[in-house]
């Protein structure tokens, strides 16, 4: 890999770390477990490893973001998680602050 490359991978990876709140909270207005959450951001063209997502999951239920609820009826139990009434909250800040952010840079970097 050139130094361009990997200057440029690096610095992907911190833009995408960046999105990767917002990509979780902005799906979990039903409940999701792990596996579901990790196909759903998928399948809307946003990758996250399984080993990223867990202890994200995990960070933001301390935070209090989320609630969490194991699920035992199925034959593998699976932990649901939902955005609290202060994660949707969270969220819609986000959101908000996010579409600044994105108005500001169109304006810094202009559209191609």
């Known amino acids: ?28 207005s039903e409940p999701q477990y792990g596996y579901s959450l990790v196909a759903m951001l998928e399948s809307k063209g946003i990758t996250i490893d399984p080993g990223t997502l867990y202890p994200l999951l995990r960070r933001l239920e301390k935070q209090g973001l989320l609630k969490s609820e194991w699920d035992t009826q199925e034959t593998r139990p699976r932990k649901y998680y939902l955005l609290s009434p202060m994660g949707i909250e969270v969220y819609d800040q986000l ?8 108005a500001s840079m169109e304006q810094l970097i202009g559209t191609d």
């Open 1 to 28: 890999m050139g130094e361009v490359e990997e200057v440029l991978s690096g610095q992907l990876q911190e833009l995408r770390r960046g999105t990767l709140i917002i990509s979780v909270l902005s799906q979990l």
């Open 95 to 102: 959101c908000k602050e996010w579409r600044t952010m994105v």
